[in-house]
Structures are given as structure tokens and as C-alpha cells.
């Protein structure tokens, strides 16, 4: 008998229909004498409607007051995923955040998970109900309503899931899985039976939409095994039929051969900015990049050109679009003391990123993919690399076809 | 500086619009110098949705989840409320029921309310804020989300008055205060200036829908000052323009002229049965009315005819409409034992209502009702009284001919 987290998000939820539907598959792995514990986010559009009457009263909200109001989806979705399981024959209840309680500090919209009381939920489960708590929310040591941000169910699901020390924690979205990459752009796409939290890490922060990449964070801090499965699958409730993200050890104890590369990601988030002419002297990227981190733009790819004439340097970066007004903003107002021609700004670039813990032991990686985009004439802007990761800026036209042609240069097609 | 509680119903916080204006009425209450707690309803059609939903997942509910779910409409309009009054430059934040707490027994979806703690009130009000609490729902000893059965929200507002002793509370609604009978019925009608708890719950309980007839008893029970006002009046926080539901004592220490009579109330939400010849002996009542009171079906008027023969006898009474079915199957269920001849059902009945406190010290108010309706060619097929309160059931065509007549008959026309 296994002690499982399940999390279904928004879309799994999304209507009545949809909720008897998840009952059902809670049903089937209670069926085989699993200890559950079920996180479930708001039916989906109801947290958008509630986000919107919090902005028609107040553009210039409280946040403390806004958590009361934008809570109140998962709350429903607790009640009525548990009478659905009644109605199956499965006896469930709900938990509210307060009423366990799940303790966070008291960063209102944005709070951080610090303690997970389980001992209501031990209780219950061992007397065989299944416990239904709402995902993206908590409660303050003073005892008010908090939220974690925008898809904050997913770190629930992995703190409930490292509270309880369960065996697992199954995230039910609306992709079946973790793929080699987006099998919208090619389908020779594969699924991953499993990943490392370090790969997983760098697809969540590489645009993956996959998982929420503070509940990776989370995930890999307390060894917490996540699986992605589909919540529209044919067969809910059979054995693993998404991807195991786990650490490199068990997947190595799986005897799976590990690729060096396990994906290929793609971001088309970032704009690039070129400061023209700036004075090759120490000091001038601290002057340029302290206003821009005091302004908390986070700044991505960095390259810094090899001095024209030993007294001025170009000085490229990315940071995100949605930020870009504010960094040019910021940028002008501290022009003087930077001392530079111009700024060039280019939203028309993609990053496109090699992942794999493998190319830790490997070398020669990063050569295949400069000699793969070379091949296809594809030109590279910057180049960014960690420890399993090498990415690079690209025009966004190419972007596809660089995808592609990584995907089959480090043989992950599909046969 | 008084104490004062608001209550404002779905209708009042229907949408962002009204949510705010009632921003305003609060506002102008908060510039008088009143300390303020505000109940309010969910947001109108919120929790008709709520319900909904419950009764697609799972006919027979669960009434524990089912008030996990329906409770929060409130929550939702506490919060938006708390930011309407802050953006208006008002200090304010919302309580729920678990926060204080509001203490119910544990008859979920029909729960009573035991206590409400008011120190965090009380602490928040005296700080200068508006404390904004949810209507209808409480929480068990054991921490259980608990309704108060719908339109519990005026039973919220009384008893968070009497516990923080306040000097009024006030009932924000759709109408402007409490008439001399219904104003669609006849334009004479005048609102009430001041009514006496035992008149307005006899007014309640007759089917005006003024106030919910528990908030009444409650109020009446711990002496809270109640005042029925219009949400949508001209001048929100204009000195007390609705009515003044209070004691007996204040209305004279008013100097107010109590006129015997103070409403006609009708009510056209019974059928009456006639149980024709049956046993005249010892026993045939309780053989008759038990099962019914066994079934928990109310019974209102009743007459028992003079024996014809002695052997036989009719009994006549009245149940409403929605237990007609009931009440018939439980009857023939005891037909041997009761031994009658036939059932006789005439649903095209209504309940006209002479109500005064006056009337206890006065006679002669029974005479003019049956002179009053005589004159009009009424016939009368059922009385009943309480020492404040005549009714008579009449054929339901001549409702409106009996309250415009009876109304003219005990002097409560407008000039």
C-alpha cells in the first residue's frame, strides 16, 4: 500500500462533467489500496473571473484581500471533488489550508509554503477516505489566506507530497508527459519514461509548460518523485504511463541508458539588447547592469565583444519582453554614467537550448551543436552554457528548423 | 460614536457596481463616527450557480462539502468589498467565520449559530477599521465550514449585533422599510415608521419577505435594534429614513401613537384539507394530526365542526402547498385508523392577517374584521388568533378585496 499525491490542475477540473471524471480515476487508484491525498486547482476561467473583479474595484489592490477573494475557486472545486467521490462510493473529504493548517509567510499572492501540518490527513487517510485539499493556497502563523502566484497548485502538490513522505506525486495536466521537445514543431518528438529534476528544472525555466519550476525546485530539495500524466488518458489509473521526473541515481538504478541530451527547448520570450560604444573600462557592466537589477529585471544571455579599439566595447543581453520598456527606461536614465552611443533592441531573436545531465562526462557536445547550425547556415548571436545546458540566441525565423535538426543531430527522433 | 452592524443582500452586492456604492453608503456611515461591522451576501446568482453544481455532481449531497462549496459567494464579496472601502480611502478587511470565530452547532447546511467571538472586532474597529464579515456560515467547535440555511445572512447580521452590542443593526435590502401591507396590493399602503419584533415576526412568518423570520426571533430574544432600509435609496446614511424593528417599550417611550392595528398580511402558500365524517370521539384528532406531525408536515389553521349527529363530525386544516402530496399519503396511510370518508382538498385558499400588538388591550378588532369582510360579501372558511393576530381563510379570488377593505377598516390608509 503506497501513500500518493495526486494533483489535477484547471483544465482536468474545468467543468462538472470533468470533475466526475477525475473521480473516477481517484477511484481506480484507490481500487489498488493506495493512501490518497488529492490536490485540485480552480475550475478552469473561475480564477480569471475572480482576478477581474478584484481589478474592476481596485486597480491598486490589497493583496491580503485579494487572496481572500481568488482562494475561494479552489475551495469549490475541494467540496465538489469529494461529493463526487462519495457519490462513486469512495469516502473523501476536504481539507482547507487553514483547516490542516499549510503554513506560509506572509508574501500575499506570492507566498512560499514553510510547513504542511499532516497529521489531519494521516488520520483520514488511514481511516480510508481519500483527502481533497486546494492547491495554490495557505494560511499565514496570523492566520489569514495566502497564495502562491499563478500556478502555485503544482508546489502544493510537491510540498503535500514531501509532508506526507509519499511514494510518489502524480501531476495530471493536459500533456501526457515530458517530450524530447515540442511535438508541435516536429513529430518525431518522443516521451520521456523519465528525466532528472536538473533537466526538468531547465525545460520549466526554458518555457515548458509542463511543470511550475519553484515545484521542480521544490521536487528536487526533497527528492519528491513527480510523474506527468495526461488526466485525459484512456485508461486512467494504469501503471506509469507518463514521465517520471526523479533523480539522476534512479534512473540509473532503472538500468535506462541515458542519453547525453535528453531535450531540446525553445524560448521566443526574450528581446535582445545591444548597448553601442560603451567605454572599455572596469566598472562599466556593473554601472550598466546594477540599475537594471535594482529595478528587479532579470537579466538572461550576456556577451561582451572584444574591444573595437581598446577604449569602447558592444555589451549584448536578452531580458523579457515584458520587461523590455522598463529596462530601456532604466538604461537612459543612467546613460550618462554609463557613457554609451546607443541601445539596439531586437524582439525578432529565440533561445534555443541543448539539456542533458549527461554532457556533464561528455565532451563535445556543445561542438555538435554549433557544427548542426553551422550546417544549416543558422547564425548564432550569443552563447549562454551551464553544467547541462548549452544554449544559443538565434534569429526567431530558424527556430524550428534548428529544433528539428538538433533533435535528430543528437539522435533523440523518434524511430 | 456608536457601535452599528450593516447587512447588505445579494441584491445590494450584485455586481462590482453595486459592490461599490455600497462602498459609499459605508463610507458615509464611517464619516459620522460609527464603529462598523458589515455582513454581506454573496454576489446575486453566485450561489443559485453553487448549488447547482452540487446537485449535478451528487443528488444526495453530502451536506458538510455541499457548505464547503456554497459558503464562498460570501468570502468572495468580503474581500472585494474590503477593497471597495480601501480604494475609497477606508480603512477596512474582512474576517471570515473560522478567523474569529462564529461558532455553529454541527446541523450542516441548517446550522445555528452558538457564539461569535467579537475580539478581533472589536480590536480592528477600534483601530479604525471596517471589519467586513461573511453572512450565512459559521464554523463547527470541530472546524468545519457550517451554513445557516438561505437567507441566514440576516440571522448573521443580528447575532454579531447582539454580541457586539450594538446599537443598531441595520438590514440594507430591496425595499425601503417595512409596510402596512404589501404596496402592490394597494398604493394606500405607508411605511412603517417603528414595528414591534412580535408584529414583524408575525409578518415574517406570514410570508413577508422583509426580513428572515429566525433574525427576527433572534433580535427579539437578545433586544437588537434592527432597521430595514433600502440599499438603493437616494441619500444612503441619511438619518434612519426605513423601519425600526424594536420593543414594545421604545415605540411608547417614543411617544409614538400605537394604532391597534399595524398590517394586514396575506399569505396564499396553503391548500386546505376537509376530513369529511369522521368518528366524533376522544382521540380521532390525535389519530389524525399524528402521523402528520410524525411526517414533520406543519400544520397551520384548524376547525372542527360541530358533530351533525353526534357519530360524525368534519375536521378542516391547512398545510403548505409543498407538503399537500405528503399530507395526503400519510392520511390515507391511516385512513382505517382515523376512519373518514373522503379527503377534500381546495388549494384556491388564502390566509388574510389583521396583526397589532394593540389588540391586546383592545377588543372589538375581531368584530370589524368579520363585519369588514362580511360587508363585502366574504365568506370566512377558517379563524384562528394569537393575542396580536387575527388570520381568517378566505377563497384566494378575493385576497386583494380583503386586504384593500380591511386595510381602509382599521384607519392604516395614507393620507
Same mark, same amino acid.
Given at each position: 500500500?503506497?501513500?500518493?499525491?495526486?494533483?489535477?490542475?484547471?483544465?482536468?477540473?474545468?467543468?462538472?462533467?470533468?470533475?466526475?471524471?477525475?473521480?473516477?480515476?481517484?477511484?481506480?487508484?484507490?481500487?489498488?489500496?493506495?493512501?490518497?491525498?488529492?490536490?485540485?486547482?480552480?475550475?478552469?476561467?473561475?480564477?480569471?473571473?475572480?482576478?477581474?473583479?478584484?481589478?474592476?474595484?481596485?486597480?491598486?489592490?490589497?493583496?491580503?484581500?485579494?487572496?481572500?477573494?481568488?482562494?475561494?475557486?479552489?475551495?469549490?472545486?475541494?467540496?465538489?471533488?469529494?461529493?463526487?467521490?462519495?457519490?462513486?462510493?469512495?469516502?473523501?473529504?476536504?481539507?482547507?489550508?487553514?483547516?490542516?493548517?499549510?503554513?506560509?509567510?506572509?508574501?500575499?499572492?506570492?507566498?512560499?509554503?514553510?510547513?504542511?501540518?499532516?497529521?489531519?490527513?494521516?488520520?483520514?487517510?488511514?481511516?480510508?477516505?481519500?483527502?481533497?485539499?486546494?492547491?495554490?493556497?495557505?494560511?499565514?502563523?496570523?492566520?489569514?489566506?495566502?497564495?502562491?502566484?499563478?500556478?502555485?497548485?503544482?508546489?502544493?502538490?510537491?510540498?503535500?507530497?514531501?509532508?506526507?513522505?509519499?511514494?510518489?506525486?502524480?501531476?495530471?495536466?493536459?500533456?501526457?508527459?515530458?517530450?524530447?521537445?515540442?511535438?508541435?514543431?516536429?513529430?518525431?518528438?518522443?516521451?520521456?519514461?523519465?528525466?532528472?529534476?536538473?533537466?526538468?528544472?531547465?525545460?520549466?525555466?526554458?518555457?515548458?509548460?509542463?511543470?511550475?519550476?519553484?515545484?521542480?525546485?521544490?521536487?528536487?530539495?526533497?527528492?519528491?518523485?513527480?510523474?506527468?500524466?495526461?488526466?485525459?488518458?484512456?485508461?486512467?489509473?494504469?501503471?506509469?504511463?507518463?514521465?517520471?521526473?526523479?533523480?539522476?541515481?534512479?534512473?540509473?538504478?532503472?538500468?535506462?541508458?541515458?542519453?547525453?541530451?535528453?531535450?531540446?527547448?525553445?524560448?521566443?520570450?526574450?528581446?535582445?539588447?545591444?548597448?553601442?560604444?560603451?567605454?572599455?573600462?572596469? *566598472? &562599466? =557592466?556593473?554601472?550598466? @547592469?546594477?540599475? !537594471? $537589477? /535594482?529595478?528587479? #529585471? %532579470?537579466?538572461?544571455? +550576456?556577451?561582451?565583444?572584444?574591444?573595437?579599439?581598446?577604449?569602447?566595447?558592444?555589451?549584448?543581453?536578452?531580458?523579457?519582453?515584458?520587461?523590455?520598456?522598463?529596462?530601456?527606461?532604466?538604461?537612459?536614465?543612467?546613460?550618462?554614467?554609463?557613457?554609451?552611443?546607443?541601445?539596439?533592441?531586437?524582439?525578432?531573436?529565440?533561445?534555443?537550448?541543448?539539456?542533458?545531465?549527461?554532457?556533464?562526462?561528455?565532451? *563535445? &557536445? =556543445?561542438?555538435?551543436? @554549433?557544427?548542426? !547550425? $553551422? /550546417?544549416?547556415? #543558422? %547564425?548564432?548571436?550569443? +552563447?549562454?552554457?551551464?553544467?547541462?545546458?548549452?544554449?544559443?540566441?538565434?534569429?526567431?525565423?530558424?527556430?524550428?528548423?534548428?529544433?528539428?535538426?538538433?533533435?535528430?543531430?543528437?539522435?533523440?527522433?523518434?524511430?
Amino acid at each position: 500500500m503506497a501513500r500518493i499525491v495526486l494533483k489535477f490542475g484547471g483544465t482536468s477540473v474545468g467543468d462538472i462533467d470533468r470533475i466526475k471524471n477525475v473521480a473516477r480515476t481517484v477511484k481506480k487508484e484507490v481500487e489498488q489500496g493506495h493512501q490518497l491525498a488529492v490536490v485540485v486547482s480552480a475550475m478552469s476561467g473561475v480564477t480569471n473571473q475572480l482576478v477581474e473583479y478584484v481589478q474592476r474595484i481596485a486597480p491598486l489592490y490589497d493583496e491580503r484581500e485579494y487572496d481572500v477573494v481568488v482562494s475561494t475557486g479552489e475551495q469549490v472545486t475541494t467540496g465538489l471533488l469529494a461529493m463526487a467521490l462519495q457519490q462513486l462510493g469512495v469516502p473523501a473529504r476536504s481539507f482547507q489550508s487553514w483547516q490542516l493548517p499549510i503554513l506560509t509567510d506572509e508574501a500575499h499572492a506570492k507566498a512560499r509554503i514553510e510547513s504542511v501540518a499532516t497529521s489531519p490527513l494521516v488520520d483520514a487517510m488511514s481511516a480510508g477516505e481519500v483527502c481533497i485539499v486546494p492547491g495554490f493556497q495557505g494560511v499565514t502563523a496570523g492566520g489569514r489566506i495566502t497564495t502562491l502566484g499563478r500556478g502555485g497548485s503544482d508546489t502544493s502538490a510537491v510540498a503535500l507530497a514531501a509532508a506526507l513522505q509519499a511514494e510518489r506525486c502524480d501531476i495530471y495536466t493536459d500533456v501526457d508527459g515530458v517530450y524530447t521537445t515540442d511535438p508541435r514543431i516536429t513529430d518525431r518528438a518522443r516521451k520521456l519514461a523519465m528525466v532528472t529534476y536538473e533537466e526538468m528544472l531547465e525545460m520549466a525555466s526554458l518555457g515548458s509548460k509542463v511543470l511550475q519550476t519553484r515545484s521542480v525546485e521544490l521536487a528536487m530539495n526533497h527528492r519528491v518523485r513527480v510523474q506527468v500524466l495526461s488526466s485525459f488518458a484512456e485508461a486512467p489509473g494504469s501503471a506509469l504511463p507518463g514521465t517520471l521526473v526523479v533523480d539522476e541515481e534512479e534512473i540509473m538504478a532503472n538500468g535506462l541508458e541515458q542519453s547525453v541530451v535528453s531535450g531540446i527547448a525553445y524560448a521566443k520570450d526574450d528581446v535582445k539588447i545591444t548597448v553601442d560604444a560603451v567605454a572599455d573600462r572596469p *566598472g &562599466v =557592466a556593473a554601472a550598466l @547592469f546594477g540599475p !537594471l $537589477a /535594482a529595478a528587479n #529585471i %532579470n537579466v538572461d544571455m +550576456i556577451v561582451q565583444n572584444v574591444s573595437h579599439d581598446g577604449k569602447a566595447t558592444d555589451i549584448t543581453f536578452t531580458v523579457g519582453k515584458a520587461d523590455l520598456a522598463r529596462a530601456q527606461a532604466e538604461l537612459e536614465k543612467a546613460r550618462n554614467v554609463i557613457g554609451f552611443a546607443e541601445l539596439k533592441i531586437d524582439p525578432n531573436v529565440a533561445k534555443v537550448s541543448v539539456i542533458g545531465v549527461g554532457m556533464r562526462s561528455h565532451a *563535445g &557536445v =556543445a561542438l555538435m551543436m @554549433f557544427e548542426t !547550425l $553551422a /550546417a544549416k547556415g #543558422i %547564425n548564432i548571436q550569443v +552563447i549562454s552554457t551551464s553544467e547541462i545546458k548549452i544554449s544559443v540566441l538565434i534569429a526567431a525565423d530558424y527556430t524550428e528548423l534548428a529544433v528539428r535538426a538538433l533533435h535528430t543531430a543528437y539522435g533523440l527522433d523518434a524511430a
